[in-house]
Nanobody, 119 residues
Framework: QVQLVESGGGLVQPGGSLRLSCAAS????????QGWYRQAPGSQRDLVAS???????KYADSVKGRFTISRDGPKTTVFLQMNSLKPEDTAVYYC?????????????WGQGTPVTVSS
């Protein structure tokens, strides 16, 4: 069992910055990927950023150049630095961690942290 606790969301003005954190604990084996999805009202949950076991990163086109995903040393905490925030970034952000366990891929989700970009 893996638990993810995320934090860092809140209200910010357009052009501002926030940093989200996602800390994993529990029965963590081999981490395959970590990252964030976000879901705006009336929209599907879309991938924002991810980082693989090997350190490869991927970003949604809408956030390229503005968001940066990174990890701590033990790779159990992942961060999403969000700069130049736009109202379109308003959503609930859900972090995830995918692990390999007994030849299976299991994904776990954080509780979600809301980000509101508004003046």
């Amino acid at each position: 069992q893996v638990q993810l606790v995320e934090s860092g969301g809140g209200l910010v003005q357009p052009g501002g910055s926030l940093r989200l954190s996602c800390a994993a604990s529990g029965s963590i084996s081999s981490i395959l990927a970590q990252g964030w999805y976000r879901q705006a009202p009336g929209s599907q949950r879309d991938l924002v950023a991810s980082i693989t076991r090997g350190g490869n990163t991927k970003y949604a086109d809408s956030v390229k150049g503005r968001f940066t995903i990174s990890r701590d040393g033990p790779k159990t905490t992942v961060f999403l630095q969000m700069n130049s925030l736009k109202p379109e970034d308003t959503a609930v952000y859900y972090c995830f961690t995918s692990i390999s366990y007994n030849d299976k891929v299991q994904s776990f989700w954080g509780q979600g942290t809301p980000v509101t970009v508004s003046s």
